[in-house]
């Protein structure tokens, strides 16, 4: 420890990056064997942490609390089904300490030349993987700021927003549509009022003739209808709009087509014929920190016009003008992207890539898919189980209801219960989904680590939850 200054010689760091990684690697050999959802309160972790900022640094012992904050923290083990949300692999990891260290921003080559280039390659790559090649982008802190600024381009290319007077836009977007949506709508200044809200079929997508009924209402009432956003697998239940179809309306009303596929687009290198007409948007997010299990955050907006990313975010003050010529050299991501800094988010993806082969993403999704499916089948072999929506993706939305005999609303209380006891029993980790206004039970599977017997252990928890629920336990 060097006291009043922040200088490490070499070796320093590397006695406490070697720490740093004992600890983390001692947390990856016990992580099968952790709780799904740690043992511990809000008070117990306030009086864990909230501590007074020291004058004089504590040295080694800063890294040694390292285990505190892994033995408080929400793990990533094989019984987490709780969120869309990656495993965090463990590869792309160790690049991203190596990120760290680096600091480039990543904001034009000039700033950061290996780590815009990279930005560049696997951001192609991840266009040609889920089929739309050619399309260009960046990469993001998530699918929100990706659908952020893919609706931010859907205003500039449909309505000139500096033109005084210039009539408001309106955008299209099922019930099951994320909440980023309507919050990137009031964040542009369109309003939440400006969403139109398209009901959905039976299987959760998007109603065509509905969205085309509102199109032609905004129309003939003198509104100016600017973007459709569909969906690529929603949040409740992984449903997938018909992309195609919806392309087809989009188009002959000449209107951009945002596809949110931040949950399930990545999908795509598994099974793409479900997400036929994908190539067709003019934007598209995706989350490689969700089904490609990279360590947040890695969202990523993909556009088929550069042109069009830089009329929406191209604002170049003096002192960031290139005055390079080579198209290379000249290149700056603050031309097309919200971001001015902006972290080496991509150099864990091209280590992870390079390192397993995108075969191995592949079939790991694959599986994911295999294990969600599984699950289904075994909540409908329970009687007392009752799946509540299909399953397109790696989303089971179910509930407890015993032998039948109880009400609706009985049925949502006693789920609600039945749900903070499995969180409580600390065996595997879900989350809930209201499903046409019903509570539900909510398994995602996401995770590389998962296991045939970790999705019967959803089964088993919920059975065994309900009958703690039931008997009035503690």
Not at 3 to 17: H, M, N, Q, T, V
Not at 52 to 61: H, K, N, S, V
Not at 153 to 159: C, L
Not at 343 to 349: G, Y
Request: overall charge negative; hydrophobic content about 45%; some cysteine.
């Amino acid at each position: 420890m060097t006291e009043g200054r922040l200088e490490l010689s070499p070796d320093e760091f590397r006695r406490i990056a070697l720490r740093a990684v004992d600890v983390a690697t001692e947390y990856l050999r016990g992580l099968r064997e952790m709780p799904a959802f740690p043992d511990t309160s809000g008070a117990e972790t306030t009086a864990m942490f909230d501590e007074t900022l020291p004058e004089r640094g504590i040295g080694d012992a800063a890294v040694e609390d390292l285990k505190k904050v892994l033995g408080a923290a929400r793990p990533g083990g094989p019984t987490f089904f709780g969120y869309v949300l990656g495993s965090g692999e463990p590869v792309a990891a160790a690049a991203d300490l190596v990120a760290s260290v680096l600091n480039q921003n990543v904001t034009a080559w000039r700033s950061a030349p290996s780590a815009v280039t990279i930005e560049r390659v696997v951001v192609r790559w991840l266009a040609e993987a889920i089929g739309c090649p050619g399309f260009g982008g960046s990469l993001t802190g998530g699918g929100s700021a990706a659908n952020l600024m893919g609706l931010a381009m859907a205003r500039d290319a449909g309505v000139d927003s500096n033109v005084r007077g210039a009539p408001a836009g309106t955008l299209y977007a099922s019930a099951e549509a994320h909440m980023s949506i309507p919050k990137g709508a009031a964040l542009l200044g369109l309003g939440h009022a400006a969403v139109r809200e398209i009901p959905v079929d039976g299987e959760f997508r998007m109603v065509l003739d509905a969205l085309d009924r509102a199109i032609r209402a905004d129309l003939d009432a003198g509104r100016r209808p600017i973007a459709v956003v569909a969906s690529a697998g929603t949040v409740n239940t992984g449903s997938i709009d018909p992309l195609d179809a919806i392309a087809d309306i989009v188009e002959r009303h000449g209107l951009w087509l945002h596809v949110d596929g931040a949950y399930g687009g990545l999908a795509a290198l598994a099974m793409p014929e479900a997400f036929r007409g994908l190539a067709r948007a003019d934007s598209i997010s995706i989350d490689p920190h969700k089904w490609l299990y990279q360590p947040l955050d890695c969202g990523c907006l993909l556009y088929r016009d550069r042109a069009a990313a830089c009329r929406a975010f191209s604002h170049t003050g003096d002192y960031a003008k290139s005055l390079e010529s080579d198209p290379v050299e000249s290149f700056a991501f603050f031309d097309e992207s919200l971001e001015l800094s902006r972290r080496f988010r991509a150099l864990k993806l091209w280590v992870s890539l390079r390192y397993h082969g995108m075969d191995a993403f592949r079939n790991a999704i694959r599986g994911d898919l295999g294990l969600a499916r599984h699950l289904a089948d075994g909540i409908d072999a329970q009687p007392a189980l009752e799946r509540l929506a299909p399953v397109p993706l790696s989303a089971v939305c179910f509930r407890y209801r015993g032998d039948g005999t109880r009400d609706e609303r009985d049925l949502d209380a006693l789920n609600t219960s039945i749900l903070a006891r499995i969180v409580r029993r600390g065996r595997v980790y879900i989350s809930n989904a209201t499903i046409r206004g019903r509570f539900a039970l909510r398994a995602c599977v996401v995770n590389h680590r998962s296991t045939r017997g970790d999705v019967e252990a959803v089964i088993l928890e919920t059975l065994a939850a309900a009958d703690d629920v039931l008997r009035g336990g503690p």
